[in-house]
């Protein structure tokens, strides 16, 4: 038989995530393909509570002030336009003010303590190995925040300085049952696509390193499911940079069969078929097909609430019946 593609297939994890695992989920964009789905799903996720981090310097270093519930560092913090920003962090909302910036940040870190000390596992997502470092502390920092460009160098960390990054936060996360990282398919193209390649092989070597290291350290491939298994255009988003809802689905349910406890892993799976046969409606979406299509979508998700909180999920359909 011809094959026509080059299909990545992976080990099952064997510690699985049940349904009231508790799980921290940090890092670029990309966290949102794994994390929104487990949310549609009622599952104990918090995902990205510093915003966007790209860098893996940046992610380590907010994971140790994490564990501390350290004080935030009010040396890094900087105005533009009115607005109140801190250099390690990426926040949500603008602050209008520096005591409104600390404040917030200052109880996100300990809201995420309490939650990082009883995670069973941890999602680290690592979007580019390029950082910027301030010129005044040579210190990497998460985000620029627009400020200007002069305070700043640009340099590419080494797979070495990543590990060394990651062998200092280690031992404060000995109760996490699970670290998985994650190299974001997302491609960094304002870097251009030669030096993105570059960007990309540092993590992935990177990752790999931790990994032979550390036992209870996993890999999950996103970045090889899109580049290398589906690999093609049909698969990304109009800028050609993002992958779209296809890729996102498809890579996860590769995350489901490889990680999730089997008794929510083939329901799961079945509730994710359904929903994307469902999920975009027909040209008449009052067709008795389109209908019908939905009204058994409900009797089979219905048939799963004992295991799952999935009263959002019925919502959303109940309001395309007609």
């Given at each position: 038989?011809?094959h026509?593609?080059?299909?990545l297939?992976?080990?099952e994890?064997?510690d ?7 799980i921290l989920?940090?890092?670029?964009g ?5 994390a929104?789905p ?6 104990n ?29 009010e040396?890094?913090i900087?105005?533009?336009e009115g ?20 404040n ?32 005044s502390?040579?210190?990497?920092i ?7 460009s002069?305070l700043f ?11 060394d990054g990651?062998r ?9 049952k699970?670290?998985?990282?994650v ?24 990752c790999?390193?931790?990994?032979s290291e ?32 296809l ?17 929510l ?31 058994e ?15 959002e ?9 007609a």
């Amino acid at each position: 038989m011809t094959h026509f593609r080059t299909e990545l297939f992976i080990d099952e994890n064997p510690d699985k995530i049940k349904y009231n695992s508790q799980i921290l989920s940090i890092g670029s964009g990309f966290t949102k393909a794994l994390a929104d789905p487990l949310s549609k799903y009622n599952f104990n996720i918090t995902n990205n509570p510093y915003g966007t981090i790209y860098n893996p310097i940046s992610i380590f270093n907010l994971i140790e002030q994490t564990t501390k519930n350290g004080e935030i560092n009010e040396d890094l913090i900087t105005e533009n336009e009115g607005y109140w920003n801190h250099f390690n962090f990426h926040p949500k909302a603008n602050f209008s003010s520096k005591s409104e910036l600390i404040n917030s940040l200052q109880e996100r870190v300990e809201t995420t303590h309490e939650y990082l000390k009883k995670t069973d596992y941890l999602v680290i997502t690592l979007g580019s190995a390029f950082v910027y470092k301030l010129d005044s502390t040579n210190k990497v920092i998460a985000n620029c925040h627009r400020a200007e460009s002069n305070l700043f160098t640009k340099d590419l960390l080494t797979p070495q300085a990543i590990v060394d990054g990651f062998r200092r936060i280690y031992s404060s996360l000995n109760h996490v049952k699970n670290i998985i990282l994650v190299v974001s398919p997302v491609q960094h193209t304002r870097d251009s696509l030669t030096l993105n390649a570059v960007s990309k092989s540092v993590l992935r070597l990177a990752c790999h390193m931790i990994m032979s290291e550390f036992a209870y350290v996993k890999y999950f491939p996103a970045y090889e499911f899109l580049l290398s298994d589906l690999r093609d255009y049909q698969f990304y988003e109009k800028d050609l940079i993002h992958p779209n809802e296809l890729a996102t689905d498809y890579i996860f349910k590769k995350f489901v069969e490889s990680y999730l406890d089997p008794s929510l892993k083939d329901d799961i799976l079945c509730i994710e078929n359904l929903l994307s046969e469902t999920h975009h409606a027909p040209y008449n979406p009052q067709s008795k097909d389109y209908q019908k299509s939905l009204r058994e979508a409900m009797s089979r998700i219905d048939g799963l609430t004992e295991k799952m909180d999935l009263s959002e999920l019925m919502t959303d359909l109940k309001s395309r019946i007609a």
